[in-house]
């Protein structure tokens, strides 16, 4: 399988060169270059996910795919890895049974093993994993990569913005190769900071000259794209029908694996983009116009607080059949001018595929109740969103797949006020008086007693310092 640039100016390259470096010379990101074959989904997930990476991960001999996946897999508490819940014709696809609660546990439990061959083969002694996270990317970074040989993260998150679940799964995360370290300020100050150290030329020279490698492991790398694409395949494998599929989105990551898995021939027929308040991506689906001249929301679907959705290239890319002088002036308008509004012919392809919708905070509260009083299911706040969602498009007839992409347990203090109107500030004592309220067991509840390990504040000016000083050059 080889990669292309989604701007068209870099040299193609095979899966293990666009693994390490994450995003192309020219600043765009790796599609596959030409047409997708369908893939046949195997019998179980593990078999989908071998055929899946045999597919694109084509570079890395057999035996080292396979190790990955078993690696990956074990970490996650259900033996079918990503259930389906269902409840007449519209079924949960559960994605957060894996280390962390959250759907990006599934890539990220498997990129590093990835990442180790690749590196290895590069002949880079470290990968140094570097991340700012406003939540649930952190954690997941950190416990994929925890004890993988050749391999080192460091992850910035807010000093103010994580949940306190969220803080203590990065901040009490075990594993002698991974560390986390907060910052002064909000998320954007975070991601800021990380974004000036992969600019300082300085430090990438210290790092090279110290056999380590400067890398992100965000969701634009291939990596944590394609094994998204798995569950989808197994989903169709389980369903053996045509079906429609409703994703939560932020960066946009989940959905387009959702795309791909339907130029595999998954038999996905509407593919629907769930926003919160920052409804960048749903605006832009059904009108063609992408704007980011707006204010930014915090909701209480922390993990889609997003005004540029990275992930959005590849769909232009797809969505202009592969014209990437297209794709360079949008991207170019897009950070000249903030906005940019794609042709009539994409458009008309955007709208044939996809539909969108958003919900606010307080309707997001509204929908987690709906679901418990018709099914008492609990489904976490980005999940209910796709359920709000879901319930104002017309009909199809077809079954849908919402994609459940955290635990509801991650965010207990939204639960709680959704479902009794109690507003709790402590999240262990809402976890508990939800578990008490509904008679489900609750989770994460070890983190309230976790030895923590990293106690780190830093300020923006003295991010490379500890860049420096965690990874030893
Ligand atoms: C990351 C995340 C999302 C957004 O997914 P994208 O791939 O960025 O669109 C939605 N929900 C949860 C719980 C997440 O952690």
Redesign the pocket.
């Known amino acids: 399988m080889e990669y292309r640039s989604t701007r068209g100016l870099a040299p193609a390259v095979n899966s293990t060169e666009a693994l390490l470096t994450g995003i192309a010379p020219d600043g765009g990101l790796y599609v596959p270059a030409g047409k997708l074959e369908p893939l046949a989904p195997g019998a179980t997930f593990r078999a989908t996910m071998e055929a899946l990476l045999a597919r694109f991960f084509d570079d890395i001999p057999e035996n080292v795919r396979t190790d990955a996946v078993s690696q990956a897999l074990a970490r996650f508490r259900s033996a079918e890895i990503t259930p389906l819940t269902s409840f007449g014709g519209t079924s949960f696809l559960e994605l ?1 049974h894996g280390p962390t609660y ?3 546990d599934v890539a990220l439990t498997l990129l590093p093993h990835l990442m180790h061959y690749a590196a290895k083969q590069a002949g880079i002694r470290n990968v140094c994993v570097l991340t700012a996270t406003s ?3 952190g954690s997941a970074a950190m416990q994929g990569f925890a004890n993988i040989p050749g391999t080192r993260v460091l992850v910035f998150y807010p000093q103010t913005g994580t949940s306190e679940i969220q803080r203590r799964q990065m901040v009490c995360c075990p594993g002698e190769n991974v560390a986390a370290c907060a910052i002064e300020g909000n998320f954007d100050d975070a991601q800021a900071a990380v974004k000036a150290a992969f600019a300082n030329t300085d430090l990438a020279a210290q790092a090279r000259s110290a056999g380590c490698l400067l890398s992100s492991a965000n ?1 634009i790398n291939i990596g944590r794209l394609f094994p ?1 694409v798995c569950y989808y395949l197994d989903c169709a494998r389980k369903l053996a029908c045509p079906f429609d599929v409703v ?11 959702a795309w791909y898995a339907r130029q595999l021939g998954a038999p996905i027929e509407r593919l629907t983009a769930a926003s919160n308040q920052n409804r960048v991506v749903c605006d832009f689906v059904r009108t063609g116009l992408y704007d980011a001249r707006r204010p930014f929301h915090v909701t209480n ?1 922390p ?2 607080d ?1 005004l540029v ?1 990275s ?1 959005v290239e590849r769909l232009l890319w797809a969505l202009t059949e592969g014209n990437a002088i297209e794709v360079r002036t949008w991207e170019a308008q897009l950070k000249a001018e903030g906005s940019f509004r794609i042709s009539p012919p994409a458009f008309h392809r955007l709208k044939t595929h996809f539909t969108a919708g958003w919900a606010t905070p307080e309707e997001t509260e509204s929908a987690i109740l709906d679901i418990w009083e018709r099914h008492a299911y609990l489904a ?1 706040p ?2 209910a969103i796709g359920w709000k969602v879901l319930h104002e498009l017309p009909a199809t007839g077809r079954p849908t797949v919402i994609a459940a ?2 635990s509801p347990w ?1 965010f207990p203090i939204t639960m709680l006020r959704a479902l009794t109107g109690k507003s709790l500030s402590d999240e262990f004592a809402a976890a508990e008086a939800l578990s008490a309220y509904t008679g489900r067991p609750p989770a994460l509840t070890d983190l309230k007693t976790a030895p923590c390990r990293f106690t780190d504040v830093t300020a923006r000016e003295t991010v490379p310092e500890t860049i420096r000083r965690t990874f030893g050059f």
């Not at 994703?247 to 694996?257: D, E, K, M, W």
Request: proline share 3%; hydrophobic share 35%; net charge neutral.
């Open positions: 957060f959250a759907f990006k939540g649930d990317t969701s998204q994703v939560p989105t932020g960066n946009f990551g989940n959905l387009l694996a679907t993990s889609m997003i959705s992930n976490d980005h999940t992409t955290a991650k």
